[in-house]
Protein backbone atom coordinates (compact mmCIF):
# COMPACT_ATOMS: atom_id res chain seq x y z
CA UNK A 1 0.00 0.00 0.00
CA UNK A 2 1.57 3.47 -0.71
CA UNK A 3 2.47 5.49 1.80
CA UNK A 4 -0.30 8.29 1.50
CA UNK A 5 -3.16 5.48 1.62
CA UNK A 6 -1.26 4.09 4.68
CA UNK A 7 -0.86 7.41 6.35
CA UNK A 8 -4.52 8.10 5.51
CA UNK A 9 -5.75 5.07 7.00
CA UNK A 10 -3.66 5.02 10.01
CA UNK A 11 -5.20 8.69 10.71
CA UNK A 12 -8.91 7.45 10.16
CA UNK A 13 -8.44 4.41 12.48
CA UNK A 14 -6.93 6.86 15.21
CA UNK A 15 -9.94 9.21 14.83
CA UNK A 16 -12.54 6.32 15.21
CA UNK A 17 -10.24 5.11 18.19
CA UNK A 18 -10.28 8.00 20.09
CA UNK A 19 -13.69 8.84 19.28
CA UNK A 20 -14.47 5.61 20.48
CA UNK A 21 -12.05 6.23 23.80
CA UNK A 22 -13.73 9.98 24.80
CA UNK A 23 -17.11 8.42 24.68
CA UNK A 24 -16.36 5.62 26.92
CA UNK A 25 -14.33 7.89 28.80
CA UNK A 26 -16.93 10.43 29.28
CA UNK A 27 -20.26 8.75 29.26
CA UNK A 28 -19.65 4.85 30.21
CA UNK A 29 -16.55 4.85 32.29
CA UNK A 30 -18.80 6.97 34.75
CA UNK A 31 -21.86 4.46 34.65
CA UNK A 32 -19.59 1.17 34.80
CA UNK A 33 -16.63 2.50 37.46
CA UNK A 34 -18.06 5.42 38.96
CA UNK A 35 -15.23 7.44 37.44
CA UNK A 36 -14.47 9.60 34.20
CA UNK A 37 -11.02 9.17 32.49
CA UNK A 38 -9.05 12.49 32.61
CA UNK A 39 -6.16 11.63 30.75
CA UNK A 40 -5.35 14.83 30.35
CA UNK A 41 -4.11 15.47 34.03
CA UNK A 42 -1.48 12.58 33.27
CA UNK A 43 -0.25 14.86 30.32
CA UNK A 44 -0.45 18.16 32.15
CA UNK A 45 1.45 16.89 35.22
CA UNK A 46 4.07 15.13 32.79
CA UNK A 47 4.61 18.84 31.47
CA UNK A 48 4.74 20.67 34.95
CA UNK A 49 7.55 18.05 35.97
CA UNK A 50 9.90 17.52 32.97
CA UNK A 51 9.27 20.64 31.07
CA UNK A 52 8.51 22.82 34.19
CA UNK A 53 5.69 24.26 32.70
CA UNK A 54 1.94 24.12 33.59
CA UNK A 55 0.00 23.19 30.63
CA UNK A 56 -3.81 24.26 30.16
CA UNK A 57 -5.92 21.47 30.22
CA UNK A 58 -7.59 22.33 26.87
CA UNK A 59 -3.65 21.88 26.03
CA UNK A 60 -3.26 18.80 28.04
CA UNK A 61 -6.58 17.06 26.18
CA UNK A 62 -5.24 17.45 22.63
CA UNK A 63 -1.86 16.77 23.10
CA UNK A 64 -3.62 12.99 24.38
CA UNK A 65 -5.98 13.43 21.42
CA UNK A 66 -3.55 13.84 19.10
CA UNK A 67 -0.99 10.88 20.54
CA UNK A 68 -4.45 8.78 20.16
CA UNK A 69 -4.72 9.41 16.60
CA UNK A 70 -1.46 9.12 15.42
CA UNK A 71 0.62 7.51 18.39
CA UNK A 72 -1.55 4.74 19.20
CA UNK A 73 -2.62 4.09 15.31
CA UNK A 74 0.95 4.00 14.38
CA UNK A 75 1.66 1.93 17.29
CA UNK A 76 -0.84 -0.63 16.83
CA UNK A 77 0.25 -0.75 13.19
CA UNK A 78 3.50 -1.71 14.08
CA UNK A 79 2.60 -4.26 16.45
CA UNK A 80 0.57 -6.12 13.09
CA UNK A 81 3.50 -5.52 10.91
CA UNK A 82 5.92 -7.35 13.39
CA UNK A 83 4.04 -10.17 14.70
CA UNK A 84 1.97 -10.51 11.54
CA UNK A 85 -0.93 -11.04 14.20
CA UNK A 86 -4.61 -10.01 13.07
CA UNK A 87 -5.07 -5.83 12.99
CA UNK A 88 -7.57 -6.80 15.80
CA UNK A 89 -5.47 -8.66 17.97
CA UNK A 90 -2.38 -6.72 17.77
CA UNK A 91 -4.97 -3.75 18.46
CA UNK A 92 -5.74 -5.38 21.69
CA UNK A 93 -2.13 -6.54 22.18
CA UNK A 94 -1.16 -2.99 21.81
CA UNK A 95 -3.58 -1.52 23.66
CA UNK A 96 -2.38 -3.70 27.03
CA UNK A 97 1.42 -2.40 26.55
CA UNK A 98 -0.01 1.81 26.10
CA UNK A 99 -2.24 0.87 28.94
CA UNK A 100 0.90 -0.50 30.74
CA UNK A 101 2.60 2.20 29.85
CA UNK A 102 0.26 4.72 31.00
CA UNK A 103 -0.80 3.55 34.27
CA UNK A 104 2.24 1.92 35.50
CA UNK A 105 5.18 4.11 34.47
CA UNK A 106 3.82 7.44 33.31
CA UNK A 107 1.67 7.57 36.72
CA UNK A 108 4.18 6.77 38.31
CA UNK A 109 6.60 9.64 37.21
CA UNK A 110 3.86 12.18 38.54
CA UNK A 111 3.57 10.42 42.29
CA UNK A 112 1.21 8.31 41.14
CA UNK A 113 1.23 4.49 42.92
CA UNK A 114 2.34 1.90 40.82
CA UNK A 115 -0.98 1.07 38.48
CA UNK A 116 -2.75 3.75 41.29
CA UNK A 117 -3.48 0.53 43.15
CA UNK A 118 -5.64 -1.28 40.49
CA UNK A 119 -8.47 0.66 41.43
CA UNK A 120 -11.60 1.64 39.41
CA UNK A 121 -9.75 4.46 37.46
CA UNK A 122 -6.70 1.58 36.47
CA UNK A 123 -9.26 -1.25 35.43
CA UNK A 124 -11.33 1.01 33.66
CA UNK A 125 -8.16 2.66 31.86
CA UNK A 126 -7.83 -1.11 31.13
CA UNK A 127 -10.86 -0.96 29.47
CA UNK A 128 -10.45 2.41 27.17
CA UNK A 129 -7.06 1.69 26.20
CA UNK A 130 -7.46 -2.03 25.09
CA UNK A 131 -11.01 -1.02 23.30
CA UNK A 132 -9.22 1.85 21.44
CA UNK A 133 -6.94 -0.27 20.07
CA UNK A 134 -8.74 -2.75 19.13
CA UNK A 135 -11.06 -0.14 17.31
CA UNK A 136 -8.14 1.06 15.93
CA UNK A 137 -7.00 -2.68 14.14
CA UNK A 138 -10.89 -3.07 12.82
CA UNK A 139 -11.01 0.37 11.24
CA UNK A 140 -7.43 -0.96 10.04
CA UNK A 141 -8.80 -4.42 9.03
CA UNK A 142 -11.62 -3.11 7.39
CA UNK A 143 -10.18 -0.14 5.00
CA UNK A 144 -7.30 -2.23 3.99
CA UNK A 145 -10.28 -4.97 2.85
CA UNK A 146 -12.30 -2.18 1.01
CA UNK A 147 -9.01 -0.82 -0.92
CA UNK A 148 -8.06 -4.50 -1.75
CA UNK A 149 -11.34 -4.98 -3.68
Same mark, same amino acid.
Given at each position: MPLTQTL???? /???????IAFELYAW? !???? /???????????V??????? /??IT???WLGFALHIAVGIFG?????? /???RLTRLGP?????????????IAQGFLAT !???????MGFGAYTQSSFIGHVGMAMVIGYVIAT???????
Open positions: RTLA /LAGLAGEL !LSPI /LFGVALAPANLVALGKIF /LGLPYFSVFVW /LVHVLSGALSGFALWF !LVGRSFMLQRRRAV
